[in-house]
């Protein structure tokens, strides 16, 4: 007599892009007692027990947003202005803005020790402000891209079409038949969950901010990390691990790699939570591998404690703020636009190469693509599109 054996195959989680907190401690709960010994397992091999650098903080050891903000004075706006007309002067392709091509003879020197305190210190600062409604779009383009260049030496690319400028803003009207629709935050009026962004830096300039909400969030991921090795060292063991990433259509339908990395003394967290979770329209493709019930607790706890360790900045229009995107998660809340108040950011992602973390292997790929765009094909599209992979379909 034959005996059927029936297999149930894995199902994906309950977790959805924004997250549940009730669901988060039940689903805690429900593994802690399923398996008391949890905490007690051992570290992955070179992880350490805590990590001590100038990047790990909490939100509320800043006091004084005159810690993280440089004002910049009415000369130093008057050489960024003699940097554009410099640049102009020698009509190039905007692909060759550079420290050479954009020159700021006093400026550059504290941009360059700013760009230090992003890899060897806090891993944030803002410069305030830019007069951003006495240009035109060009030229403030022109201007954020020579102004960071002195910051990262090395733009990447954005999209499959060499796009090194994007546009965040809410596209969902402007954008509305969109071939698949809106499957990212950013280009909403909803908040984005923490996260990070591929490269090593990023550079948000603001246009135009809000009518209510939209406020910017940033956390420590090292400081994340010692928590979590202290009371949940399995949770270290899950983000160390490969992981199935969504492509969204891309390729085989999926990628597999860690979302923690312990590289030459740096606590470095890479991902987005919409791969494991869809986001909108763009829901994760039922035909990959479900992401499991420790790596759902896993996302929670990440997001949760950037949360309770995190800073709020005080994002005003014509300000450029750069963070570590290698050492800090960051989130935006929610908004409200209306007729004279349209969010409107500009992002570069830029990567010092004298100054650069060494890149974990696992994501070498990525960053080689990222950042191997020569000058000629660097595109600077001055109107807000939808990111596009090299097909011509939206990401």
Do not use: C
Request: hydrophobic share 35%; aromatic share 10%; no cysteine.
């Amino acid at each position: 007599m034959s005996t059927t054996m029936t297999v149930t195959a894995p199902t994906q989680p309950d977790i959805s892009y924004h997250p549940d907190e009730k669901k988060f401690r039940e689903r805690t709960a429900r593994r802690l007692a399923e398996n008391p010994s949890l905490p007690e397992t051992p570290l992955p091999p070179g992880y350490p027990k805590k990590v001590e650098s100038p990047i790990v903080w909490e939100g509320k050891d800043w006091t004084s947003e005159d810690q993280w903000v440089y004002r910049l004075s009415p000369e130093e706006l008057k050489e960024i202005d003699e940097g554009l007309a410099h640049f102009k002067g020698l009509d190039k392709p905007m692909g060759s803005i550079n420290r050479d091509t954009f020159p700021l003879p006093t400026l550059g020197s504290k941009l360059y020790s700013f760009a230090e305190e992003l890899y060897s210190g806090r891993g944030f600062f803002v410069l305030r402000t830019i007069p951003v409604d006495s240009y035109s779009r060009s030229d403030l383009a022109i201007i954020y891209a020579g102004i960071s260049s002195h910051v990262g030496s090395a733009r990447g690319k954005q999209d499959g079409t060499g796009a090194v400028l994007a546009h965040i803003k809410d596209l969902t009207v402007s954008h509305a038949h969109e071939k698949g629709g809106i499957g990212n935050a950013a280009y909403t009026t909803d908040g984005q969950v923490f996260h990070t962004d591929v490269g090593d830096l990023i550079a948000l300039l603001a246009i135009q901010v809000a009518a209510e909400g939209g406020t910017s969030r940033i956390a420590s991921s090292a400081r994340v990390y010692n928590e979590i090795a202290a009371t949940r060292p399995d949770l270290i063991k899950t983000l160390s691990e490969p992981w199935v990433l969504d492509s969204f259509g891309e390729g085989s339908g999926y990628r597999e790699r860690p979302l923690l990395y312990y590289e030459d003394g740096h606590i470095i967290i890479q991902y987005s939570r919409r791969h494991f979770t869809g986001y909108n329209t763009q829901l994760r493709n039922p035909n990959i591998p479900p992401i499991t019930e420790a790596q759902a607790e896993a996302l929670d706890t990440v997001h949760y404690l950037a949360e309770k360790y995190s800073l709020a900045l005080n994002f005003q229009k014509g300000d450029i703020q750069y963070i570590n995107s290698l050492g800090l998660l960051h989130a935006r809340d929610a908004f409200r636009d209306d007729a004279d108040h349209v969010r409107h950011l500009i992002r570069l992602w830029l990567r010092n190469d004298k100054l650069a973390w060494k890149t974990p292997d696992p994501l070498q790929p990525v960053w080689q693509r990222l950042y191997a765009v020569s000058p000629e094909e660097q595109r600077f599209p001055i109107e807000p599109e939808i990111r596009r992979k090299p097909n011509g379909s939206t990401k």
